[in-house]
């Protein structure tokens, strides 16, 4: 929204990164959770940036693209999930204490989420890159003027969005 385009493929992110994180668990038990946020992390910046491809290369209207990759990863969700699903007992011990656990009172998944949010309010806030998607978003135009890379801000946007919703399904399993 910051920049004036709207993902609507984003609950379609978070399911297929769930999903597969959670098979990932399954195959491999033993996988540290960092490695899985990680792996949530990457699968949906990868899924953003092919609606930033879309939307700064391609030129296809943001509402258009993201509308079609939802149906586009949903399909692939149904077509890798097979009806299946992932219960709690599946996953490993550790990611389980570390989404069930707290510290201070406060619930981890409350204090990463709070942690993330403070890292992209300060870059936004205080580095020129995160000023320029301020920029895109105001007038286009004017931010080409100004020597920003609109397509490139555009396309890391969507990948940024991607990737936060790839950790909001890791979350979520």
Same mark, same amino acid.
């Given at each position: 929204?910051?920049?004036?385009?709207?993902?609507?493929?984003?609950?379609?992110?978070?399911?297929?990164?769930?999903?597969?994180?959670?098979?990932?668990?399954?195959?491999?038990?033993?996988?540290?959770?960092?490695?899985?946020? +990680? /792996? *949530? #992390?990457? $699968?949906?910046?990868?899924? &953003?940036?092919?609606?930033?491809?879309? @939307?700064?290369?391609? %030129?296809?209207?943001?509402?258009?693209?993201?509308?079609?990759?939802?149906?586009v990863f949903r399909?692939?969700?149904?077509?890798?999930?097979?009806?299946?699903?992932?219960?709690?007992?599946?996953?490993?011990?550790?990611?389980?204490?570390?989404?069930?656990?707290?510290?201070?009172?406060?619930?981890?998944?409350?204090?990463?989420?709070?942690?993330?949010?403070? +890292? /992209? *309010? #300060?870059? $936004?806030?205080?580095?020129? &890159?995160?000023?320029?998607?301020?920029? @895109?978003?105001?007038? %286009?135009?004017?931010?080409?003027?100004?020597?920003?890379?609109?397509?490139?801000?555009?396309m890391t946007g969507?990948?940024?969005?991607?990737?936060?919703?790839?950790?909001?399904?890791?979350?979520?399993?």
């Open positions: 929204l910051l920049m004036k385009h709207v993902d609507l493929s984003v609950g379609s992110v978070v399911g297929l990164s769930a999903f597969l994180t959670g098979s990932l668990f399954i195959a491999m038990p033993g996988l540290p959770v960092p490695l899985a946020m +990680l /792996f *949530g #992390l990457v $699968l949906g910046a990868a899924l &953003g940036a092919i609606n930033g491809l879309l @939307v700064a290369y391609g %030129r296809v209207p943001a509402l258009v693209a993201t509308l079609g990759t939802l149906y399909g692939l969700t149904y077509a890798v999930v097979h009806g299946g699903q992932i219960n709690a007992g599946n996953l490993p011990p550790a990611f389980l204490s570390f989404a069930t656990g707290s510290l201070l009172g406060l619930p981890n998944l409350v204090l990463l989420v709070l942690v993330v949010m403070t +890292l /992209f *309010g #300060l870059y $936004l806030k205080s580095y020129r &890159g995160g000023r320029e998607y301020y920029a @895109v978003g105001s007038n %286009r135009e004017a931010a080409v003027l100004a020597g920003i890379r609109v397509s490139r801000r555009t969507f990948a940024l969005s991607g990737a936060i919703a790839g950790l909001a399904g890791v979350l979520y399993l």
